[in-house]
Protein backbone atom coordinates (compact mmCIF):
# COMPACT_ATOMS: atom_id res chain seq x y z
CA UNK A 1 0.00 0.00 0.00
CA UNK A 2 1.36 3.46 -0.84
CA UNK A 3 2.05 5.44 1.89
CA UNK A 4 -0.40 8.40 2.28
CA UNK A 5 2.59 10.63 3.68
CA UNK A 6 6.33 9.56 3.13
CA UNK A 7 9.88 11.51 3.86
CA UNK A 8 12.84 10.17 1.80
CA UNK A 9 16.01 11.28 3.28
CA UNK A 10 14.44 14.96 3.75
CA UNK A 11 17.01 17.59 6.13
CA UNK A 12 16.41 20.64 6.47
CA UNK A 13 18.56 23.97 7.23
CA UNK A 14 18.26 27.23 7.95
CA UNK A 15 21.37 29.22 7.06
CA UNK A 16 24.10 26.95 8.49
CA UNK A 17 21.84 25.36 11.50
CA UNK A 18 20.27 22.20 10.49
CA UNK A 19 16.83 21.29 11.45
CA UNK A 20 16.37 18.11 10.27
CA UNK A 21 19.00 15.54 8.98
CA UNK A 22 17.75 12.67 7.28
CA UNK A 23 14.28 11.94 8.10
CA UNK A 24 13.15 9.27 6.86
CA UNK A 25 9.30 8.28 7.92
CA UNK A 26 6.49 6.47 5.90
CA UNK A 27 2.67 7.07 7.65
CA UNK A 28 0.35 4.79 6.39
CA UNK A 29 -3.25 6.13 5.30
CA UNK A 30 -5.76 6.05 8.29
CA UNK A 31 -2.83 6.18 10.61
CA UNK A 32 -3.29 8.88 13.81
CA UNK A 33 0.30 10.00 13.91
CA UNK A 34 1.31 12.20 17.25
CA UNK A 35 4.51 13.98 16.97
CA UNK A 36 6.29 14.73 20.01
CA UNK A 37 9.22 16.36 21.30
CA UNK A 38 10.94 19.69 23.17
CA UNK A 39 10.14 22.95 21.83
CA UNK A 40 12.06 23.86 18.60
CA UNK A 41 13.20 20.12 17.79
CA UNK A 42 11.31 20.24 14.70
CA UNK A 43 7.79 19.11 14.88
CA UNK A 44 6.03 22.06 13.04
CA UNK A 45 9.16 21.89 10.20
CA UNK A 46 7.88 18.25 9.73
CA UNK A 47 4.37 19.06 9.63
CA UNK A 48 4.50 21.96 7.50
CA UNK A 49 6.60 19.91 4.82
CA UNK A 50 3.45 17.90 3.85
CA UNK A 51 1.26 20.55 2.68
CA UNK A 52 4.53 22.60 1.12
CA UNK A 53 4.57 25.52 3.51
CA UNK A 54 8.41 24.71 4.24
CA UNK A 55 10.70 23.14 1.60
CA UNK A 56 13.10 20.53 2.47
CA UNK A 57 16.83 21.15 1.89
CA UNK A 58 17.46 18.01 0.51
CA UNK A 59 15.43 15.01 -0.25
CA UNK A 60 11.79 14.56 -1.09
CA UNK A 61 8.43 14.78 0.16
CA UNK A 62 5.61 12.62 -1.34
CA UNK A 63 2.11 12.69 -0.77
CA UNK A 64 0.11 9.28 -2.10
CA UNK A 65 3.21 8.41 -3.73
CA UNK A 66 3.87 11.75 -5.15
CA UNK A 67 6.57 14.11 -4.65
CA UNK A 68 4.73 17.07 -3.84
CA UNK A 69 6.94 19.70 -5.65
CA UNK A 70 5.14 17.73 -8.73
CA UNK A 71 1.67 18.22 -7.55
CA UNK A 72 -0.43 21.28 -8.43
CA UNK A 73 -0.87 23.25 -5.01
CA UNK A 74 -3.99 24.37 -4.98
CA UNK A 75 -5.33 20.94 -5.16
CA UNK A 76 -2.52 19.93 -2.62
CA UNK A 77 -3.48 21.93 0.07
CA UNK A 78 -7.34 21.42 -0.90
CA UNK A 79 -6.89 18.28 0.20
CA UNK A 80 -5.21 18.48 3.36
CA UNK A 81 -6.84 20.23 6.23
CA UNK A 82 -4.20 22.30 8.73
CA UNK A 83 -5.65 23.54 12.39
CA UNK A 84 -2.98 25.69 14.12
CA UNK A 85 -2.82 26.56 18.36
CA UNK A 86 -5.24 29.44 18.40
CA UNK A 87 -7.95 31.61 15.96
CA UNK A 88 -6.74 31.54 12.59
CA UNK A 89 -10.57 32.59 11.67
CA UNK A 90 -11.26 35.61 9.13
CA UNK A 91 -12.48 37.75 12.19
CA UNK A 92 -14.81 39.35 9.79
CA UNK A 93 -16.91 36.32 8.76
CA UNK A 94 -19.64 34.56 11.06
CA UNK A 95 -19.06 30.86 12.17
CA UNK A 96 -21.31 29.67 8.70
CA UNK A 97 -18.75 31.74 6.24
CA UNK A 98 -15.52 30.77 8.56
CA UNK A 99 -16.71 26.73 7.88
CA UNK A 100 -17.51 26.70 4.61
CA UNK A 101 -15.26 29.36 2.97
CA UNK A 102 -13.53 26.36 1.09
CA UNK A 103 -16.46 24.27 1.14
CA UNK A 104 -18.63 27.05 -0.63
CA UNK A 105 -15.99 27.58 -3.60
CA UNK A 106 -16.07 24.11 -3.95
CA UNK A 107 -19.96 24.03 -4.42
CA UNK A 108 -19.96 27.17 -6.36
CA UNK A 109 -23.80 28.40 -6.17
CA UNK A 110 -25.10 25.32 -4.56
CA UNK A 111 -26.01 27.87 -1.22
CA UNK A 112 -28.20 24.51 -0.69
CA UNK A 113 -25.77 21.91 -0.44
CA UNK A 114 -22.78 24.04 1.54
CA UNK A 115 -25.05 25.10 4.32
CA UNK A 116 -25.70 21.22 4.92
CA UNK A 117 -21.95 20.71 5.02
CA UNK A 118 -21.98 23.34 7.98
CA UNK A 119 -24.91 21.98 9.89
CA UNK A 120 -23.34 18.53 9.43
CA UNK A 121 -19.66 19.72 10.62
CA UNK A 122 -20.85 22.01 13.23
CA UNK A 123 -22.93 18.95 15.05
CA UNK A 124 -19.78 16.87 14.44
CA UNK A 125 -17.13 19.07 16.67
CA UNK A 126 -19.91 19.92 19.06
CA UNK A 127 -21.11 23.15 18.12
CA UNK A 128 -24.64 24.17 18.90
CA UNK A 129 -26.85 25.80 16.07
CA UNK A 130 -27.30 28.97 17.76
CA UNK A 131 -23.89 30.48 17.37
CA UNK A 132 -23.91 29.89 13.10
CA UNK A 133 -24.32 33.70 12.96
CA UNK A 134 -21.85 35.03 15.31
CA UNK A 135 -18.41 36.10 14.74
CA UNK A 136 -15.70 34.67 16.14
CA UNK A 137 -15.09 37.28 19.01
CA UNK A 138 -18.72 36.51 19.65
CA UNK A 139 -16.84 32.72 20.70
CA UNK A 140 -15.38 30.83 24.00
CA UNK A 141 -11.40 30.34 22.92
CA UNK A 142 -12.80 26.36 22.94
CA UNK A 143 -15.71 27.76 20.41
CA UNK A 144 -13.10 28.94 18.07
CA UNK A 145 -10.98 26.11 17.98
CA UNK A 146 -13.84 23.69 17.36
CA UNK A 147 -14.75 26.20 14.28
CA UNK A 148 -11.42 25.59 13.07
CA UNK A 149 -11.49 22.62 13.34
CA UNK A 150 -14.54 22.07 11.56
CA UNK A 151 -12.86 24.36 8.82
CA UNK A 152 -10.04 22.20 8.53
CA UNK A 153 -12.17 19.51 7.95
CA UNK A 154 -15.02 20.59 5.75
CA UNK A 155 -13.59 19.93 2.45
CA UNK A 156 -12.94 16.14 3.60
CA UNK A 157 -9.53 16.17 3.30
CA UNK A 158 -7.38 13.37 3.26
CA UNK A 159 -5.16 14.29 5.51
CA UNK A 160 -5.40 16.72 8.33
CA UNK A 161 -2.58 18.54 9.99
CA UNK A 162 -2.81 19.59 13.87
CA UNK A 163 -0.31 21.70 15.02
CA UNK A 164 -0.41 22.11 18.92
CA UNK A 165 -4.52 22.69 18.03
CA UNK A 166 -5.69 22.55 21.85
CA UNK A 167 -2.76 23.71 23.13
CA UNK A 168 -4.75 27.21 24.48
CA UNK A 169 -8.20 25.91 25.51
CA UNK A 170 -8.94 24.86 29.02
CA UNK A 171 -8.71 21.05 30.37
CA UNK A 172 -12.50 19.87 29.79
CA UNK A 173 -12.85 21.54 26.54
CA UNK A 174 -8.93 19.62 25.59
CA UNK A 175 -10.81 16.72 26.18
CA UNK A 176 -13.82 16.83 24.79
CA UNK A 177 -11.95 17.80 21.72
CA UNK A 178 -9.94 15.05 22.02
CA UNK A 179 -12.62 12.27 22.00
CA UNK A 180 -14.47 14.46 19.05
CA UNK A 181 -11.17 14.21 17.07
CA UNK A 182 -10.78 10.25 17.75
CA UNK A 183 -14.03 9.78 17.03
CA UNK A 184 -14.06 12.12 13.50
CA UNK A 185 -10.58 9.48 12.84
CA UNK A 186 -12.56 6.31 13.11
CA UNK A 187 -15.71 7.63 11.38
CA UNK A 188 -13.30 9.08 8.10
CA UNK A 189 -10.50 7.41 8.28
CA UNK A 190 -8.62 10.34 7.66
CA UNK A 191 -4.77 10.60 8.48
CA UNK A 192 -3.73 12.69 10.90
CA UNK A 193 -0.77 13.98 11.98
CA UNK A 194 -0.64 15.86 15.15
CA UNK A 195 2.09 17.72 16.98
CA UNK A 196 1.55 18.32 21.15
CA UNK A 197 4.33 18.79 23.55
CA UNK A 198 1.85 16.67 25.92
CA UNK A 199 3.33 13.20 26.08
CA UNK A 200 0.29 12.39 27.51
CA UNK A 201 -1.86 13.67 25.04
CA UNK A 202 0.26 11.77 22.10
CA UNK A 203 0.09 8.48 23.83
CA UNK A 204 -3.44 9.03 24.28
CA UNK A 205 -4.48 10.14 21.14
CA UNK A 206 -1.93 8.68 18.69
CA UNK A 207 -2.27 4.96 17.09
CA UNK A 208 1.42 5.70 16.26
CA UNK A 209 3.80 8.43 17.98
CA UNK A 210 7.04 9.75 16.56
CA UNK A 211 8.86 11.07 18.92
CA UNK A 212 11.79 13.43 18.00
CA UNK A 213 14.62 15.46 19.61
CA UNK A 214 16.82 17.84 17.63
CA UNK A 215 16.16 17.03 14.03
CA UNK A 216 15.91 13.11 14.50
CA UNK A 217 13.43 10.34 15.00
CA UNK A 218 13.65 8.82 18.41
CA UNK A 219 10.98 6.63 18.02
CA UNK A 220 8.29 5.70 15.74
CA UNK A 221 5.67 3.20 17.21
CA UNK A 222 2.54 2.29 18.60
CA UNK A 223 2.08 4.02 22.14
CA UNK A 224 2.11 1.04 24.49
CA UNK A 225 5.85 -0.10 22.32
CA UNK A 226 6.76 3.57 24.02
CA UNK A 227 5.65 2.72 26.82
CA UNK A 228 7.32 -1.11 27.13
CA UNK A 229 10.39 -0.84 25.24
CA UNK A 230 11.86 3.04 25.00
CA UNK A 231 14.04 3.21 22.17
CA UNK A 232 16.49 5.53 23.58
CA UNK A 233 17.28 7.62 27.14
CA UNK A 234 15.24 10.42 25.52
CA UNK A 235 11.88 8.29 24.98
CA UNK A 236 12.53 6.68 28.09
CA UNK A 237 12.98 9.62 30.21
CA UNK A 238 9.78 11.54 28.33
CA UNK A 239 7.47 8.47 29.02
CA UNK A 240 8.87 7.53 32.49
CA UNK A 241 6.03 9.94 34.48
CA UNK A 242 3.16 8.25 31.79
CA UNK A 243 4.60 5.10 33.28
CA UNK A 244 4.47 5.34 37.03
CA UNK A 245 1.17 6.97 36.24
CA UNK A 246 -0.12 4.62 34.04
CA UNK A 247 -3.07 7.83 32.99
CA UNK A 248 -4.39 5.93 30.10
CA UNK A 249 -7.00 4.62 28.66
CA UNK A 250 -8.19 1.62 29.71
CA UNK A 251 -7.25 -0.51 26.72
CA UNK A 252 -3.30 0.58 27.29
CA UNK A 253 -3.61 0.21 30.73
CA UNK A 254 -3.15 -3.05 30.80
CA UNK A 255 -0.06 -3.17 29.34
CA UNK A 256 1.45 -0.93 30.94
CA UNK A 257 4.09 -2.30 33.47
CA UNK A 258 2.68 -0.25 36.65
CA UNK A 259 -0.68 -0.22 35.67
CA UNK A 260 -3.35 0.10 38.16
CA UNK A 261 -1.55 3.60 39.55
CA UNK A 262 -3.50 6.34 37.85
CA UNK A 263 -7.24 6.80 36.09
CA UNK A 264 -8.14 7.43 32.74
CA UNK A 265 -7.91 11.13 31.34
CA UNK A 266 -4.76 11.95 33.24
CA UNK A 267 -3.80 15.09 33.56
CA UNK A 268 -1.70 17.61 30.83
CA UNK A 269 1.12 19.00 32.79
CA UNK A 270 3.23 16.23 31.38
CA UNK A 271 4.82 18.96 29.57
CA UNK A 272 8.25 18.28 27.65
CA UNK A 273 9.45 21.48 28.65
CA UNK A 274 9.90 20.40 32.25
CA UNK A 275 11.45 16.69 31.57
CA UNK A 276 13.42 17.74 28.38
N1 LIG B 1 11.94 30.48 9.18
C1 LIG B 1 12.91 30.08 10.04
N2 LIG B 1 14.14 30.64 10.00
C2 LIG B 1 15.12 30.25 10.81
N3 LIG B 1 14.99 29.26 11.74
C3 LIG B 1 13.79 28.67 11.83
C4 LIG B 1 12.69 29.04 10.99
N4 LIG B 1 11.62 28.27 11.31
C5 LIG B 1 12.04 27.46 12.31
N5 LIG B 1 13.33 27.70 12.64
C6 LIG B 1 14.12 26.99 13.66
O1 LIG B 1 14.04 25.61 13.38
C7 LIG B 1 13.95 24.87 14.58
C8 LIG B 1 12.73 23.99 14.55
O2 LIG B 1 11.58 24.79 14.58
P1 LIG B 1 10.11 24.19 14.70
O3 LIG B 1 9.93 23.16 13.67
O4 LIG B 1 9.18 25.34 14.72
O5 LIG B 1 10.19 23.50 16.14
P2 LIG B 1 9.02 22.93 17.07
O6 LIG B 1 7.74 23.04 16.32
O7 LIG B 1 9.41 21.53 17.36
O8 LIG B 1 9.03 23.76 18.31
C9 LIG B 1 13.96 25.87 15.72
O9 LIG B 1 15.25 25.97 16.23
C10 LIG B 1 13.54 27.16 15.04
O10 LIG B 1 14.07 28.25 15.70
MG1 LIG C 1 5.98 24.09 16.76
Known amino acids: MTAAIEYRDVSKSYGDKSVIEHLDLAVDRGAFVTVVGSSGCGKTTILKMVNGLVAPTS ?27 GSILFSHMTVERNISYVPSLLNR ?62 EITRGQLQTELRRIHDETGITVMFVTHDVSEALR ?32 RLVERERRRCSLPDDLLGRCEHSGAGSVGGDASSDLETIA
Not at 217 to 227: G, H, I, K, N, S
Request: proline fraction near 6%; charged fraction near 30%; charge should be negative.
Open 59 to 85: GAVLVDGEDIREKDQVELRRNIGYAIQ
Open 109 to 170: GNRERTRAAVTRWMRIVGLPEELRDRYPDELSGGQQQRVGIARALAASPDILLMDEPFGAVD
Open 205 to 236: LGTMVLAMEGGKVQQYAPPEELLRDPATDFVR
